[in-house]
Every structure is written in C-alpha cells, then in structure tokens.
C-alpha cells in the first residue's frame, strides 16, 4: 500500500504537491501560546518530509509561482512604501537600516566563524529575519552562479533547510522580546502607555478595541415633543460632528434642512450618525417613531483613498469641517491594516477612508478627499502580466560584485515593478486593477507554491546539514532576530524618542512579524503599536527581500576570503 502511493506521489509529482500545501497549512494553523508557525513554514515543514521520498517537480513551477508572489508583494506594498519616503517615514525607517545592517554583519560573521556556504548563510538570513521572500531571491541569485547544476541544486537545498531551522527560533525569540522582554527593559507598564497614548490622540473609551454587537453608525427617527423650540443648528452643536438631522417631516411635508430650521411639536425627525450619540437624542428631542414610510433617505459606506496633496500629514479630526454634516469617518485602512480611529492619526497617501452618510453628501464629499476605491472583483490580468514581464527584464542586467555577478534578479526585479505599478494604482483608483483579494491568492498560493518545490525538491539534503551544525545555527538564528531588534529599542527609546507601543509595533515592523505585532498588540490592549508598525513594515518587506542576492554576493566574497 505504501510502496503504492509512493509510486504515484512520484509519477505525479503534482498531487504531491497539493498534498504538502494541504498537511503544511493545517500545520502552521496549530497554535503554541502566542506561537503560530503559519502556513508558508508549515509548508516548508511538510515538503522536507516528503521530500525524503525523492520527489521533484519540474522548476518551472517553481519560477512561475514564484515571480507571482514576489511581483503581488510589491503591488501590495507599493503606494505605502512611497508614501513613507518622507520625514517621518525616514525616521522610523532608520530602524529598518538598522536591522539590515545589522543582519548583515551578523551573517557574514557566522559566515566566518562557521564557514558557511551561500546557500545556509541566505537560509541564516530569511529565517532568523523571519522574511520568506529572500529564500526566494537568494535562490534565484544562486541559481545564476557560474557552478555546476549539482552544486548549484545544494546550495539552494542549503537555503530552504537553514531557513527552516532559523524561522522558527527567531520567529518565537522575536515575539517573546517584543511582547514580555523589551516593555521589562523599558521599564513601563505597556498596557498602562498604550492606554494614555490611545487617549492624548483623541481616543475614547476603555476599551478601544472591544467588539459591538450593533451596528456603529444607525438612524433613527424621532417624533418631536420635548425639544420643539430647538433649531437644527442647536442640535448640530450638541452632536459635535457625531450626528446629523438629515430630513424633518411636518403635516406629512417635506422641510429643507438647514440650521436656522426651528422644530415644532410633533415634527418627525430623521438623525443619522453613531448609535452612542443617537441613543440619548430621544431626551432632546422626543420619543423615538417607530413607523419611518415617509423617509425614503439612502445612505451608504464607501472607501475612499486620501491622494489630496493638502490633506498629507494632516490629523484625521481636521477633515470634520470640510466634509457635509452628514458624512461620518467610520474607518481608516493602511496598507490593508484597520488603524485607530484617533482624532490625532496623521493621515498618508494612499490612505482608505470608509465613510458613510447619504448617498448625495457622500458624492459631494469624495472629490474633497481623493478618489472613490473601485469595488470590482475582476482583475486587470493583462497589467499584471505587463509588470512581472517588465520585471523579468530589469532583472537579467547584472554587474560584477569581487568577481561575483551580482542582479536583482527575476525576484527582484519582479518586486521593483510590482511597487511601480502598485504604486501606480493607488494614484489611479478609478482604473481597474487587481483586487486585494487576488492579490492575498497570488502572495499566498504564489510563496506557498515556490516553498513546496524547493523543500520537496531540497527533502534529501536536508538532514546532512542539520548534522553538520546542530545547535550552532539555532543559536544564530535567535541571536540574528534579536540582536537587531535590542539595537532599534535603544535607538528608537534613546534617540527617536518614541512611545514604547509605537516603538515595539515599529520594531515588529522592521522584522516583518505580523506575530510579533499581534502579541504586542494584547500586551498594549490596543492598536496604538499599528502607528509604528506600518511604516517600518513597508520598508522592510521591500529591503529584506532585495537583501537575497546581496547576501549570496557577499557570503561568497567572505568564503572566498577564508580560504
């Protein structure tokens, strides 16, 4: 039976393909405390293992997939990455060049000391960095260098293997450092901070991140009694902005709506806006009407992508005054992230805004802040296909490093062209692209796929390398994911001068750890760490990646140099 499905996990290399997405997804959803694996090391876990069996697929698939993934990454990150070229981008992202330096130099000094090969010092890299896309680009950096295939083939087997073992040690030291080690250092209480930053930026509740079983934003008509008098004016005050009267029946007519409009008794008012506003406006106004066939008011939630020049660096309170009344900021999105909703929060380019309100105030409102998000589920196949063409072709330009050629490769180059046209985009929101959802597939299946074939294919010499350094390359491996971030606390603390949420979701960020932020984030008790994180994530996720070749160059120079 055994011999059986072996025979045909090898004649049809494809199903043993999906059989290895399947077991390593359903792997890295098991969760160790705060630990979650994932499902691109689950997958890289379940391809080693049978990989043992000798089964290859054609690397073809492995390029195609590969290139999808990396050419989506950049499409994603793109119009953030741009955007935080600028002062306060610039600052934080002096975190991101201390993790790259310091990676680095970590990884040629145990190149040096352990004597390494390309191919583990890149596996050293992606792991400890907890950054998969350079086990991508190192691998196609390797595969370009003047050696025989069969050399060529362990080095790349040399990569997935040490980013195996690396990953999961830096990934569990960098959520223990950043959530339970570094607020120690600091000397803060991280709940109490995250708490006092939530309210000095406008924050409001004691619990900004709990969940409602209603609905935020409501409407609700009331019959006028105790508040005849008042004008529509009055109550605009008292709503701050929170509310609007959007209609007023009186004798089964129609009224215009404007703040010198005086209510009289028995007047049915129509009120949008959020439901704890709404649920006291029956002590100012009156019961609240059940029967609500006279108003035929359509409102609407729609994103809204902040390209407006003038409204960049702005606080998110300050677009309240140009905005119709009507009109409620019920979300911000950055780089697929919900921010807090803080009347501080310095609106970015390429910012979403959700807003609601009447179909009319939201038409008039728009064109104040960018350009509405085209909703479309269909993607623009040929741009895609246009960029990751052009990408390949930047790729192939190559210059001399020591000897040694050096190019940002197809990875690379599929990753610059993909920020291009992502970027692109995001300044050209009414054009059809691809959506978000394709893009989640393409990252996902595209990285997944890549990690299969190369862990399936690397499955036989994965255990000569965990033989011939044991423990030394996870020890490494923890000190490369913390040793860079321990530098950026004290760089951020010390110099940057930033709140320690934001420095600890900044310094998640510059690992591209999207576990660590998590854990930061139930330390702080809320998403105040998503301030840091965003920007040095997006730095990042374009560096580390470009990072693979680099390494490859160097490693090979420092080896070079030790003989």
Partial sequence: MIHDLVAILKSQPEIALFLVLAIGYAIG?????????????????????????????????????????????????????FANLDAKGLRLGLLCL????????????????LSLDQGTAAGLMAGAATESAVVGTATDAISKLALPLADIRQLQANVVTAYSITYVFGLIAIVVATSQVFPLLLRVDLRAEADRLWKTMGGGGDEPDAASATPEMIGRVFLVTVGRGRTVGELTAIFKGHASIEQVMRRGQSLTVEPTLRLQAFDQVLAIGRRSVLVNVAELLGREFANTTAFDAVVETTGVVVDRREWFGRELYELGAPLPPGVQIVGVERDGNAMP???????????????????????????????????????????????????????????????????LGTGGGALLTGLIFGWYQSKNPHRLSVPPEALALMKDLGLATFIACVGLASGPQALALVKKFGIALPLVGVAVAVVPASISLFVG???????????????????????????????????????????????????????????????????????
């Fill in 29 to 81: 959803q098991i969760r160790f405390g705060p630990i979650q694996l994932g499902g691109i090391c689950g997958t890289l876990i379940a391809a080693l293992v049978v990989g043992q069996l000798g089964i290859h697929l054609d690397d073809s698939v492995k390029n195609v997939f590969f290139m999808l993934f990396i050419f989506a990454l950049g499409y994603a990150g793109g119009p953030q990455f």
């Fill in 98 to 113: 201390v993790e790259v330096v310091a990676v680095l130099a970590l990884v040629l000094g145990a190149t040096l000391f």
């Fill in 341 to 407: 909703l803080l009347h501080d929060l310095k609106l970015q380019r390429g910012d979403v805004l959700k807003l609601y309100g009447p179909v009319l105030d939201v038409a008039r409102a728009v064109p104040l802040i960018g350009d509405r998000v085209v909703e479309s589920t269909r993607s623009n196949i040929s741009y895609a296909a246009m960029g990751i063409l052009l990408g390949v072709f930047i790729g192939g330009f190559s210059v001399k490093l020591g000897g040694i050629p050096f190019s």
């Fill in 493 to 563: 603390h010390r110099l940057l001068k930033l709140e320690a949420p934001v420095l600890l979701g900044a310094i998640a960020g510059q690992q591209c750890s999207t576990p660590a932020l998590s854990a930061v984030q139930n330390a702080a008790g809320n998403a105040t760490p998503l301030l840091g994180y965003t920007i040095t994530y997006a730095i990042s996720n374009v560096v580390l990646p470009l990072m693979g070749p680099l390494i490859v160059a160097l490693a090979g120079l420092v080896a070079h140099a030790a003989k």
